[in-house]
Each structure stands twice: as C-alpha cells, then as structure tokens.
C-alpha cells in the first residue's frame, strides 16, 4: 500500500524568507506525486505534480519540488515567501483507480 | 474557481437522519471523486465514478452511497448519520478514469454537522 508522511504539522516563516515543506512517501510501485494547497475556507489546489522525467518539478505560485527517489521524498519548496501563501499544503501519492491518497497536511503560516 | 460545482455549501442535520450531498464535475470531465476531510482522519478518498460506473473504492462505510447519473453528476448518499460523521466532504473530477496522474479538480466541500 503507498503511504504519504508530512514531518511537519506546522511551519511558521516571515514573509520573503525560504521555506520546505517536508514529504516522505512509501510505494512499492512507480509513484506519481503531487502537492495541493488548501486556502481558508476553500477547496483544494493543484500546485505541481511529478510523474516521470526531470526531479526538478515547477509548479505555480513560484512553488517547486524534488523528487528524491534513493530518500523517498518529494519536499515542497519556495525561495520567497508572501503572506498570501499562508495556506494548508497537502502531499500526495496516486493511488489504486487514479484516487489520491494525501498526507496529514503542512500549516504555512507565513509571519509580516 | 476549479468549475466542480457542490451543493449544498453546509448541512446541519440530526444523528440517525439521512443526507444528499451533490456533485457537478466540470465540463467534459468523465471522472468523480468523493473524499472525506475531517480533523482525526485527515483526507480521505471515498469512491469514484468514471462515466457512470464505479470505478475504485476507498474507506468508505456501508452506510455510504454514491452513484453518477448520466449527465456525469454525482450524488453521494450519507444514511444513519452518526456524529463522527461531521466532516467536509469534497467532490473532484478529472478529465478520464485511466490517465496517469489526471489533474483533480476540486470543488469548494460541503460541510456536514451532524448534531
């Protein structure tokens, strides 16, 4: 069975400082990843997702991630952060029938 | 806006009562995907349709039941509402049932108080 571990259930930043979000997955097959953002009251955003190719993935908001697959791991990152990234980040690994089995959720809060 | 339409927006209801929670993918998606978000569970996937027909089961209970009608909406059924059933429940679509990695595009949630 593919598992999703986020380390972290909360991660305070000022506002134009870096910041990772940390995610481990477990999977005995090929696995494809993916990480969602879930503004206050909203549903969730696709912000980038990993399938095959370059580790290096681009997604929106100036927001990347790699895939490391000898550390099972696909951390979130941002060079800059703004107060409107303060949000719920969700990691992400398919699963049986194309369903998405997510981690427990990264709480941004981004600090002026 | 992710164009997946739910309603209604919050559901306040009894236990032992049952509810409708509605689903409209967007435009030309074949694919519906039911999850339960709540503060001890976290982010759960429930079931999905693919033009009309189950497609894949999650931790989902008996007493829950989903089905997509011709029109590609979807219903999901919650019967002998218990108070841990509370949660926001999240409906997505995709574009096709069997594409790797298909984007899923999220609706806004119903939220479901069960009193």
């Known amino acids: 069975a593919q598992s999703v571990t986020q380390l972290d259930s909360q991660v305070p930043v000022f506002e134009e400082a870096p910041v990772e979000l940390r995610c481990n997955y477990s999977s005995s097959v090929s696995v494809y990843l993916f990480w969602y953002v879930q503004y206050p009251n909203q549903g969730l955003q696709l912000l980038l997702k990993?399938?095959?190719?370059?580790?290096l993935v681009k997604g929106i908001n100036g927001f990347e991630a790699e895939f490391n697959k000898s550390q099972t791991s696909f951390h979130l990152r941002k060079p800059s952060v703004h107060i409107s990234d303060t949000a719920e980040y969700f990691c992400a690994v398919e699963t049986v029938g194309r369903a998405l089995t997510f981690g427990s959720g990264t709480r941004l809060q981004v600090q002026p | 806006d992710s164009g997946v339409t739910q309603t209604p927006k919050h559901l306040i209801t009894a236990t032992g009562q049952r509810v409708t929670l509605r689903c409209s993918p967007r435009s030309g998606d074949l694919s519906v995907y039911w999850y339960q978000q709540s503060l001890d569970q976290g982010l759960q996937f429930l079931i999905q349709?693919?033009?009309?027909?189950?497609?894949a089961k999650g931790n989902i209970l008996e007493r829950f039941s989903a089905q997509q009608f011709p029109d590609l909406h979807s219903e999901l059924n919650l019967s002998s509402l218990e108070l841990g059933d509370s949660a926001l429940y999240f409906c997505?679509?995709?574009?096709?049932?069997?594409?790797?990695?298909?984007?899923?595009?999220f609706g806004p949630g119903t939220r479901l108080t069960v009193l």
């Open positions: 349709y693919y033009n009309g027909e189950e497609r």
């Open positions: 997505a679509s995709s574009a096709s049932g069997g594409a790797v990695a298909d984007t899923q595009y």
């Open positions: 990993y399938l095959s190719g370059s580790t």
